[in-house]
């Protein structure tokens, strides 16, 4: 009785590149949908129905990737810088107002100070952020809504924190002079907090899925034009 040989097993069989799944971030050169985990080559894009190589597909994908990447931290730091600067501002304003309105001489002043410093940072950096954000976006109209949206996103999630402040001022300065709080505050602040939440996560959905055709349209723009290049070069070299 003869042992079998290697290629005789099943699990020693060379194995068609094609049907793995592909392990990186690839797009599709027609509709810039990310075909990973995908496999055969040509592979077929299940968004628009269009094939392409791998190797036409690994051309264009490191600048996509890094364009894709530039996408989406110019409205991190844009939205970041602004909420930031509000919600320090916010807290400055009220431990300004909780002082009588004096800011030296006080235990909040440093404080009260450095609030103030770091507003004008995300002052300086916000407007810097957006240009990055105009840039990296390449100026697709519907940039500004986007970025809008974020920005209300974020004010709307984090909207309970300036409201849970400013209950806290009112417990300070409005109690009566039996020492109890006024009554339905706290009820208030938590239904506007709920609520405003709901709405900003509603909106950010939104702006992420508006965001994300807009990356999809810059990685069609960014294959395309670099698949027209090297066309270009090759019909050139064959000439």
């Known amino acids: 009785m003869t042992s079998p040989t290697s290629n005789d097993l099943p699990y020693a069989r060379p194995v068609d590149r094609a049907q793995e799944p592909i392990d990186e971030d690839l797009y599709c050169l027609s509709c810039g949908y990310n075909v990973r985990g995908l496999t055969g080559d040509p592979v077929r894009c299940p968004e628009c129905g269009d094939s392409n190589t791998r190797t036409a597909l690994r051309i264009p994908a490191p600048l996509i990737r890094a364009v894709l990447r530039r996408m989406e931290t110019a409205p991190t730091l844009c ?58 976006f390449d100026a697709q109209p519907g940039w500004t809504r986007v970025l809008g949206e974020f920005h209300l996103a974020g004010a709307l999630l984090t909207l309970y924190y300036p409201l849970l402040l400013t209950w806290a001022a009112i417990l300070e300065r409005l109690s009566g002079p039996s020492g109890s709080p006024p009554r339905g505050i706290g009820w208030m602040v938590l239904t506007i907090s709920i609520v405003a939440g709901v709405w900003g996560y509603r909106v950010y959905g939104t702006a992420r899925r508006r965001m994300a055709r807009m990356r999809r349209d810059a990685a069609v723009r960014i294959a395309a034009d670099v698949l027209r290049r090297a066309s270009a070069r090759t019909i050139s070299a064959a000439r």
Do not use: H, K, N, Q
Not at 91 to 115: H, K, M, N, Q, S
């Open 79 to 136: 939205v970041g810088a602004a909420i930031i600067g509000y919600l320090l501002g916010g807290i400055a304003l009220l431990a300004w107002i909780l002082e009588d309105r004096r800011v030296f001489g006080t235990l909040a002043g440093p404080f009260v100070v450095g609030c103030a410093v770091a507003v004008a940072i995300c002052a300086v950096v916000w407007p810097l952020a957006c240009v990055r954000m105009r840039r990296s």
